[in-house]
């Protein structure tokens, strides 16, 4: 059975601090996509990585992917309230569609305090 | 700049009563997919088409449930008899085939209550 797993699966920390959030999935996949889900909202893509080693940036959040231990990390840098949200991870299979057979982890809820 | 749009936002409805939403993906993405997310949980796939084809159903769709996208723009998702356990958010996602990414661009997400 395929299997994307997030951890942890809610996170509480405050303002300036540093935090990363793990994707870990069960199958051979060299497409991994970070998506933003504030309550009540819909998904706001944030990072899609395509290749093992590949690393995205943009602004406080550093997204990372090793398709060799089947593992990518979401690095938060000081984080500020603006970043409480939910985090989720998904994954294309190789040998899948991968425009459609997206495998979704369960979400990281992150809230930082002030 | 025009994204996914979807209709309504909200629906309440009781228990055996049929529902329709709508979705209108970006304009030149070929393909389009519907989701359905319950409260805690990922997103769990439920169908997609290609142009004006529905290439894949999920065996989470029951013979409720049907889609369509007759002209391969917009596509329409329509529960029949809906039972309380059909509560959920139903989003809709476009992509772009041939793009190298991949990347799937969601709508806002009806929600829907069963009372």
């Known amino acids: 059975e395929l299997k994307v797993e997030q951890n942890p699966l809610f996170l509480s920390m405050q303002e300036g601090k540093n935090y990363t959030i793990y994707c870990n999935y069960s199958?051979?996949?060299?497409?991994l996509y970070w998506y933003r889900q504030d309550p009540g909202k819909s998904l706001e893509s944030l990072f899609v990585l395509l290749s093992n080693g590949a690393v995205k940036q943009e602004g406080r959040l550093m997204a990372s992917l090793d398709t060799k231990a089947r593992l990518s990390t979401l690095h938060i840098t000081a984080a500020v309230h603006d970043l409480s949200a939910t985090y989720f991870c998904?994954?294309?299979?190789?040998?899948?569609?991968?425009?459609?057979?997206?495998?979704w982890g369960a979400g990281t809820k992150l809230i930082i305090k002030p | 700049d025009t994204g996914v749009s979807q209709d309504p936002r909200h629906k309440i409805t009781k228990r055996g009563q049929n529902v329709t939403f709508r979705c209108d993906p970006i304009?030149?993405?070929?393909?389009l997919y519907w989701y359905r997310q319950t409260l805690g949980q990922g997103p769990e796939f439920l169908t997609y088409?290609?142009?004006?084809?529905?290439?894949?159903k999920s065996r989470l769709l029951s013979d409720r449930f049907s889609a369509e996208r007759p002209k391969g723009s917009f596509s329409t998702l329509e529960i029949q008899r809906t039972e309380q356990g059909d509560s959920a958010m139903y989003l809709c996602?476009?992509?772009?085939?041939?793009?190298?990414?991949?990347?799937?661009?969601f709508g806002p997400g009806t929600r829907l209550t069963v009372t």
């Open positions: 998904a994954v294309a299979p190789v040998g899948g569609d991968s425009n459609y057979q997206l495998i």
């Open positions: 304009s030149e993405h070929n393909r």
């Open positions: 199958t051979t996949s060299d497409r």
């Open positions: 088409f290609q142009n004006e084809a529905q290439l894949e």
């Open positions: 996602a476009s992509s772009l085939s041939g793009s190298y990414s991949y990347e799937q661009y």
